[in-house]
């Protein structure tokens, strides 16, 4: 089963950025997304990216504000993060998938998460 790391967290001000990356320790085959936890909150789907990186989908609590892309040959997938919000605040989570889906049930591999924290 591939592992990911996920890296690129920290505190940032509202309306900053941060970029957030995945490291698969193999070239994998999958479609890959981003999920967040936020304390007491449920886990939710924040984008997705098919295996050749052509399509992509976001929720609307981020659409127009993240933008998610990948490398193959770096076995990577990155999160660029703009206009952050505090409600931003989360665990953010990289993930592979065999679906086309923003279903969480529907993701396999799970990385152990990067702290995004974001002041007013």
């Known amino acids: 089963q591939v592992q990911l790391v996920e890296s690129g967290g920290g505190l940032v001000q509202a309306g900053g950025s941060l970029r957030l990356s995945c490291a698969a320790s193999e070239r994998t085959l999958s479609n890959m997304g981003w999920f967040r936890q936020a304390p007491g909150k449920e886990r939710e789907f924040v984008a997705a990216?098919?295996?050749?990186?052509?399509?992509?989908y976001y929720a609307d609590s981020v659409k127009g504000r993240f933008t998610i892309s990948r490398d193959n040959a770096k076995k990577s997938v990155f999160l660029q993060m703009n206009s952050l919000k505090p409600e931003d605040t989360a665990i953010y989570y990289c993930?592979?998938?065999?679906?086309?889906?923003?279903?969480?049930?529907?993701?396999?591999?799970w990385g152990q998460g990067t702290q995004v924290t974001v002041s007013s």
């Open positions: 993930a592979t998938t065999r679906r086309w889906s923003t279903n969480r049930a529907d993701f396999g591999s």
């Open positions: 990216i098919t295996y050749q990186g052509v399509t992509t």
